[in-house]
Structures are given as C-alpha cells and as structure tokens.
C-alpha cells in the first residue's frame, strides 16, 4: 500500500469514529500532513476532543491531553529540572509538549506565561528550559480547542499565537440524520459492537514520508499568484464594503499557510498538484484568525467569515 493510500485509510477510520464533522476530520488531517497546528472552534458537545483523540489513535502517536486553566504554569506544559538529593544533581522531567500530537483543550483558559511557553515550541519545535534548549518530536503538532460562548476566566488568544496556527475551524451542529447516527453509534459502543480502531492505519514515519511528497506537490505559477492575490486583498481598504470593515490584513505567513493546506488538500483529493478548487476550500480556515475586524464591521453586525467570503469572490480566480 502506497503512503496516500494509508493516509486516505486513516481518513476513512477516521469517519467511523466521529459522525457528522467531514470538515473536521479533512483539518486534522491537512495539519498532520503539513506539520501545522489547528485550532477548533465550537460549542461543548461537538466532538472536537474525540476527532483529536481518534486521529492520535490512528496514527500510532504519543498523544498527551491537557486541560488548560488559569492557574496553569509554563512548567506544566515544559516540564521542569528536579533536583535528586540521592545523585546530587538537576534531572530535567519532560512536559506534556514533548508528546508528539498535543490537545490543548480551552487554549484560551490560560495566562499570558503559558502562552509564551506554548509560541515557542509551536514555532520553533523546540522547548528552553533552564538555559538548555531541546528539540521537540518531528511530528509534533497542537491541536487546541476554545468554547466561543464562556467569557470568564478565559484570556483571549494575542496575535501572535493565533498566526501560529495553520488553520482555524469553526464547528456547526451536524444535522438532524448525522445526529441520529451518533445516537446509534453511542448505542452501538455501549453494547460492545462499535468497529475496533485501537490500532490505526499509519505510523509516525509514514506521516512523516506523507508530508514530503505533500511538499513536492506542484503549483502553477498563475495559482502562487492566486494565493497572494487573496491574502493581499484582506489588506485592501476601502471607504465602503468589506474593505471598510477589515482593520488588520492577514500577514504573508496566511499566504504560507493557503499553500501548505492546499496541497495536502489536493493530496487528499488523489492528485499530485494544486487545483483553484484547493485553495478556494482551505482559504477560509486559513485567514479566519488572521484578519481583525474594524469598529465599523461590529457596528454594523458584520460576521467575520462574510467579509472574509467577500474578498475571496473579490479576486479573479485564474
């Protein structure tokens, strides 16, 4: 079996785990094909924290779950240097982010120092602790989640760690024929007679051989273009419509971004090169955290991904 073969294997498996989230599902995927993190979005209930924890399942990957409070500290997500008083020296006991896939449940829940410790090893793959800096797992990536609807006791995400993200995904509730599937799948489970997916797919090095020929996936150059053309128009005031309602653009770091979850996009698809159809699917998850909107934008109750929507049909697809 071919590598796409079993990372199209993973994504089937992965449908027989969660019900109704085909968006989802294709995200986690796209992030673990292009090395990038993902933040989800959506109401208690939504099955965010299964899809991740099905994902690691198939994949064969140390996965670490952490709940992120308010009183969480840095040290708890690093790890920390303990001193043996048998041995007389410092050992250093690895964190939570030395896993190779990291569910950072609530990301919104913790400080500002937690944050900082978080934007290092999203960035650079890498953890300083102590002075001393070590490299994280070649597969490592976080894939975080924030409830929109509880406000206190949470710290809103700075610029800077969301443009780390890859994508940003918005969940819906599934319809009412989706809903009934879970309802049986549930059913199903606790009779014993849910499909076994204690033993995934795909391994670590196959994820890894996946995201090489991902990169090798070809883009024409008209649809580079393309891709810059969209990130440049959510920089493109105007004195009315959309461009009246964007405050801040997305940075080129989104156009980085479009292009990576594209081609695993197209990978996904079975082809071994970018289609229009790519980039118009992942754009929007792809700027969604990257553009803020204007005073004029809340006071006309405009909707993010409307105006994001709004400059995508903007431009000319080529």
Do not use: W
Not at 152 to 175: I, K, M, N
């Amino acid at each position: 079996m071919t590598v796409q073969n079993q990372i199209l294997a993973l994504r089937k498996q992965l449908n027989t785990v969660v019900v109704g989230q085909h968006r989802l599902l294709d995200r986690l995927v796209i992030s673990l094909l292009t090395g990038g993190h993902v933040l989800v979005e959506g109401l208690p209930g939504l099955a965010k924290t299964t899809a991740v924890n099905a994902l690691a399942d198939g994949v064969h990957a140390r996965f670490k779950r952490l709940q992120f409070t308010p009183d969480l500290l840095p040290a708890d997500l690093t790890g920390s240097e303990i001193y043996l008083t048998d041995r007389h020296e410092f050992v250093f006991r690895e964190g939570p982010l030395f896993n190779e896939i990291l569910l950072a449940d609530e990301i919104n829940r913790a400080p500002a120092k937690v944050q900082s410790a978080l934007l290092e090893a999203m960035q650079e793959h890498q953890v300083t602790v102590g002075g001393v800096t070590r490299p994280l797992p070649p597969l490592f990536m976080v894939m975080a989640t924030q409830n929109p609807i509880e406000q206190a006791g949470t710290y809103p995400l700075p610029e800077a760690q969301l443009d780390r993200f890859l994508l940003h995904v918005v969940l819906d509730y599934p319809s009412a024929d989706e809903e009934l599937q879970i309802l049986r799948l549930d059913r199903a489970r606790l009779r014993g007679e849910a499909p076994d997916t204690s033993r995934g797919p795909v391994t670590a090095e196959t994820v890894l051989a996946a995201r090489a020929e991902v990169a090798a996936m070809h883009i024409a150059p008209e649809l580079e273009r393309y891709i810059v053309d969209l990130v440049g128009a959510t920089r493109a005031g105007t004195e009315d419509g959309a461009g009246a309602h964007l405050a801040l653009g997305a940075s080129p770091r989104a156009s980085l971004a479009i292009a990576r979850a594209a081609s695993a996009e197209a990978y996904l698809r079975g082809r071994d090169y970018v289609s229009p159809d790519d980039i118009l699917a992942v754009a929007p998850d792809c700027l969604r955290h990257r553009v803020m909107l204007s005073v004029q934008a809340h006071m006309d109750g405009v909707e993010r991904d409307a105006v994001i929507a709004e400059r995508i049909g903007a431009v000319p697809i080529p």
